[in-house]
């Protein structure tokens, strides 16, 4: 029916009419529901910016605290739901633990299932923002083998988050507001992106009108892989090979990417929107310079990483293709100075846009034009032909 036009990746197709976030990839722009992203990491917190993406405003003074208070009375998971985490391997990596567990959650809340009702839509919403730092936290645990931890609702989410993973049943925790601070602004720049592949996933499955907890567990899945949200992780085992096996030459490294060598693509850099320099990835630069010099320590790695980025940036193959380091190139090296293994990386970008993925399903839900996602296909296979009886083949 009508001219079906061929677009693998959807480089120019359009799902969708949205009013959350605005990007202007070739000015390097950002906006959370007109706000600009420098103001909000400077300004917001975390919550605000995620009652901001899905609610539309900002809040009041009163809607904050009731919208705080909600979360918090929701971070507990159930007992049963705790056990889960003792099937899978020790060793398993957090982000299939965290998407099973966001699914599993449609078995413990069936009041969920109808994505029309407005007020189970709601208590959704809570208990995702809730449980989801609670369930990363215990993913980590598991993966150390150490006790979990019961929430502090006394914390704010941040802080309940780092105690949840860091801290010891027993004992005080005590953690650097700075700390604290630098993963909050780190949340409020993951919080959205518009329709990036797990965003996209997230409202492709709920045009099914699949629940949220369903959407968002598949929206974790697609942030897993290393060209989206697993790029974290990419980066900064590109940047420890660059020093542990290829000592520390970069110039090798970026001449064997240019070469297009099997394996060797500069993680971190480039992006199908940003034509220019990520806005989110300056202010992560500068956070990271902030956290080291804070902690005192010189990380090797944020130097080989400061020295790719100059050299690619200096390169007329990075300059043609209008390669720029993106939010995932200074990440990593921020979360291992906090103590973070690699591993957890793409989890706390999970943790982050989070709400993004809320909002958008939330949007997609409401909107009278929204149809099941179902693209179409040029098919390329065999044309008829007879069945061969399996004496004949
Ligand atoms: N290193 C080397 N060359 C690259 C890179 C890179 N990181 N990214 C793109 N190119 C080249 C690519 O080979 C192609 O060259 P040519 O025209 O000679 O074939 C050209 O640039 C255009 O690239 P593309 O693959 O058509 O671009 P895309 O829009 O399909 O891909 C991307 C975007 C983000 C998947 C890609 O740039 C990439 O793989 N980057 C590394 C992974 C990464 O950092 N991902 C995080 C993205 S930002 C946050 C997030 O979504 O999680």
Not at 193 to 216: D, K, P, W, Y
Request: charged share 25%; with cysteine.
């Amino acid at each position: 029916t009508g001219l079906v036009t061929f677009d693998t990746g959807y480089g120019n197709t359009a799902s969708c009419a949205s009013a959350i976030t605005y990007i202007d990839g070739d000015a390097g722009i950002l906006r959370y529901r007109g706000y600009p992203i420098d103001q909000l990491a400077e300004s917001s917190s975390f919550l605000e910016t995620s009652y901001l993406l899905i609610y539309g405003e900002l809040p009041s003074k009163e809607q904050l605290e009731s919208f705080t208070n909600r979360i918090s009375r929701h971070t507990l998971l159930h007992e049963d739901l705790k056990r889960f985490f003792d099937g899978f391997p020790r060793d398993a990596h957090p982000m299939p633990v965290l998407s099973s567990a966001v699914s599993a959650l449609s078995t413990f809340y069936q009041d969920s299932l109808d994505p029309f009702d407005e007020d189970a839509v709601e208590l959704s919403t809570v208990r995702l923002l809730a449980k989801v730092p609670t369930i990363a936290a215990y993913a980590y645990k598991k993966s150390i083998g150490q006790p979990f931890l019961y929430p502090d609702n006394s914390l704010g989410l941040v802080e309940n988050f780092l105690r949840m993973t860091f801290g010891f049943p027993a004992e005080p925790y005590e953690v650097d507001p700075d700390f604290v601070r630098a993963l909050d602004v780190l949340l409020i720049l993951h919080a959205d992106h518009e329709q990036n592949c797990s965003t996209s996933t997230v409202r492709m499955v709920g045009s099914s009108q699949a629940n949220l907890f369903a959407s968002i567990s598949a929206g974790i899945n697609a942030l897993f892989g290393p060209l989206h949200g697993g790029a974290n992780q990419a980066v900064l085992e590109m940047l420890q090979r660059i020093r542990d096996v290829e000592e520390g030459n970069v110039d090798a490294f970026v001449e064997r990417v240019k070469k297009k060598e099997k394996g060797a693509r500069l993680m971190g850099f480039g992006h199908r929107v940003y034509k220019n320099y990520d806005p989110r990835a300056r202010i992560v630069k500068q956070s990271a310079d902030d956290i080291l010099k804070k902690l005192g320590v010189s990380d090797q790695l944020l130097d080989i990483a400061k020295a790719l980025e100059e050299r690619a940036l200096a390169d007329d193959y990075f300059v043609e293709r209008k390669l720029y380091p993106n939010v995932d190139f200074y990440t990593g090296v921020i979360y291992r100075a906090m103590g973070f293994p690699t591993k957890m990386f793409t989890v706390l970008f999970a943790l982050g846009r989070l709400p993004g993925w809320i909002a958008h399903w939330r949007e997609m839900i409401n909107d009278p034009s929204t149809k099941i996602g179902r693209p179409r296909q040029l098919y390329v296979g065999a044309t008829e032909r007879p069945y061969v009886p399996m004496a004949n083949r």
